[in-house]
């Protein structure tokens, strides 16, 4: 018997089919329920020959977990997915988890606090608090989504993932951040090392001039879940202050770390 050290051809082609099809899943995930996606635009964006997004398909397509609409050449989530996704968001109920955070973090900041969500290549809101201080900035809605990277939430999101992961989000949204004057996925790479390096995110205006944001990652073992930021007008958010919030969100995100951590225990 070979040693476990041993790569092996087959469970390596393995493990890329595997990357690859989450990758398709990821995909659909980023588009409307209600375009889906063509087969041409798949391969444009996964990088991959026709043959092999055609065997792709057909597998996760016999297993439910993308459909093709009758008569049509689009391509969806399938009910299946969907349906784990589901069962996955009830064990865990992050929203509900971090919600004593976000109104104890508003209360305590006195400013705009969000959750952040990956969903394909975007970071979506999917929650937010305001705090009590009269003068509030111009923040994302519940719902907003951006290119993963764009705004410190979703920074803290980009850079919690693999090097491999981060310039594989970077390429594929190399054309949509042209939409953002301020960043390209140069700057993007160098604020995900400085991320990391600071241990949060820091949003300096990128978005929007004088609006400032201190985003940390939400893990679930080593995967990042979510995020949790806060934003404040950039009078309101100097070295001290800033680093002193990033203290107060890694003290609630390690409280929700140890909360879904236990969930998802009960729940194996």
Known sequence: MEPDTVAHPARQDAVQSVKRALDILRMLSFTTASSGMRFS?????????????HRLLKTLMADGF???????????????????????????????????????????T??????????????????????????????QNV???????????????LAAFADEE???????????LQAYPRLDTDKLRALVQDTRTRGYALNTGHLLKGMYGVGVAIRLGKQPVAALSIAAN???????RRQHIAAQLRQEVLRIEGEMGSRASVGA
């Not at 719902?143 to 920074?155: A, C, K, N």
């Open 143 to 157: 719902g907003t989504r951006r290119p993963l990277g764009v705004g410190s939430g979703s920074l803290a999101l």
């Open 234 to 240: 950039h009078g309101r958010m100097g070295p001290e």
């Open 166 to 176: 981060v310039e594989n989000v970077l390429r594929r949204n190399r054309d949509r």
């Open 41 to 53: 635009d798949l391969q444009a964006q996964s990088g991959l020959s026709k043959g092999t997004l």
């Open 110 to 139: 006195g400013d705009t606090v969000m959750l952040t969500i990956r969903s394909g290549l975007d970071a979506v809101c999917i929650d937010r608090e305001e705090g009590p201080f009269p003068v509030k900035v111009l923040t």
């Open 66 to 108: 993308v459909e093709q609409a009758a008569g049509s050449r689009a391509y969806f989530l399938g009910l299946e997915f969907l349906s784990m996704g589901e069962r996955a968001s009830n064990r865990l109920d992050i929203q509900a988890v971090t919600r004593p955070s976000l109104e104890r973090l508003a209360q305590a």
